[in-house]
């Protein structure tokens, strides 16, 4: 069973940018779908980045044209790029893995925390 570790998570002011990482415990194949999901005190978990096994990519209407998500060549570590951070952009960040086979399931990272102060 593959695991995942979020890092890079923090406190930083509404404006700036940080980079989450998630390190997967084997290569990602190319067959597999990651993501990055959030959730805030109350609220439900939601999408917020996609990356197809296909390479094509969704964001959330909220974090168009500020988040990027990607990945490193040795398909190891998925990346969350944030830029123009706002408050409301706290939550819990999880790492997402989608495999299809042997079956389909999906894997999730432990979370790391993002506050956005203003």
């Keep these: 069973q593959v695991q995942l570790v979020e890092s890079g998570g923090g406190l930083v002011q509404a404006g700036g940018s940080l980079r989450l990482s998630c390190a997967a415990s084997r290569s990602i194949f190319s067959s597999e779908d990651v993501g990055w999901y959030r959730q805030a005190p109350g609220k439900q978990r ?3 980045a996609v ?6 990519t969704n964001y959330a209407d909220s974090v168009k044209g500020r988040f990027t998500i990607s990945r490193d060549d040795a398909k190891i570590t998925v990346y969350l790029q944030m830029n123009t951070l706002k408050p ?3 939550a819990v960040y999880y790492c997402n893995l989608r495999t299809y086979f042997p079956r389909p399931n999906v894997y999730w990272g432990q979370g790391t925390q993002v ?3 203003s």
């Design 115 to 117: 506050t956005v102060s």
């Design 46 to 48: 939601e999408l917020v």
């Design 51 to 56: 990356l197809r096994n296909d390479g094509t």
């Design 88 to 90: 409301e952009d706290t």
